[in-house]
């Protein structure tokens, strides 16, 4: 790994939230986002911004509650009711251990200070950096950010209208100002969840912006 952080670049009460740039996320992978593999370098750039950055992986166990293998007659991307509400059934992905749970190759980012997994409760998925789908259950971002007095939250990774949709808008109700940057998402877009991620992101007062501004 290569990359330094550039000292001129953010402030220190900036964050940047690097999401989900895993393997199984990636072309070829098995919960594919189209052009995934784009944002890796634009990540990487960024990244050089910011002395502090944090990264989030995905982390299953192979018996997760989300995944329509462990439902049977089910389908992936199926919708089916838990106690927690509507949930989505994936394909297996990024299980405990796996190369497909592993970061993509090409990210280089060794001034990352945390990596938040979530996923790892068997009864209850999450695409939320800062609560799981009960939104409930911390993971402990929030609390860990604001002891660094962390006040912005800037967003990049995968996929834009669900870990990273959710991440930002979790980070706006625990009072963070949120940005995310759009062209170093890419989306899966099910059923319309694109216009829907960005429509609630929109209310919540989540800034959206082009990573040539944050480079600039």
């Known amino acids: 790994m290569k990359a330094e952080a550039n000292s001129g670049g953010r402030q220190a009460d900036d964050v940047l939230l690097v999401v989900d740039l ?28 910011f002395s502090h950055v944090v990264l989030t ?35 297996v992905h990024c299980v405990q251990e796996t190369p497909g749970a592993a970061f993509h190759a090409g990210l280089d980012i060794p001034h990352a200070r945390a990596i938040i997994r979530k996923g790892h409760h068997e009864h209850v998925d999450s695409y939320s950096a800062f609560v799981e789908a009960d939104h ?52 899966i877009d099910l059923e319309g969840s694109l216009d829907a991620a960005w429509r609630d992101m929109n209310a919540a007062g989540v800034r959206r912006l082009r990573a040539a501004q944050v480079l600039a």
């Open 22 to 49: 895993q393997n199984d996320f990636m072309p070829g992978g098995a919960l594919a986002v189209a052009r995934g593999d784009e944002v890796v370098p634009l990540a990487n750039q960024l990244a050089r911004r």
């Open 57 to 91: 992986q995905d982390w299953h166990p192979r018996s997760h509650i989300s995944f329509a293998a462990n439902h049977p007659g089910r389908q992936p991307f199926e919708f089916i009711t838990l106690p927690y509400g509507e949930q989505v059934l994936w394909p």
């Open 136 to 187: 409930t259950t911390s993971t402990g971002l929030a609390g860990y950010l604001r002891d660094a007095g962390v006040k912005r939250v800037w967003c990049c990774g995968l996929a834009t209208d669900f870990c990273v949709a959710w991440s930002s808008l979790d980070a706006r109700a625990a009072g963070f100002d949120v940005f995310v940057i759009e062209d170093a998402t890419r989306a």
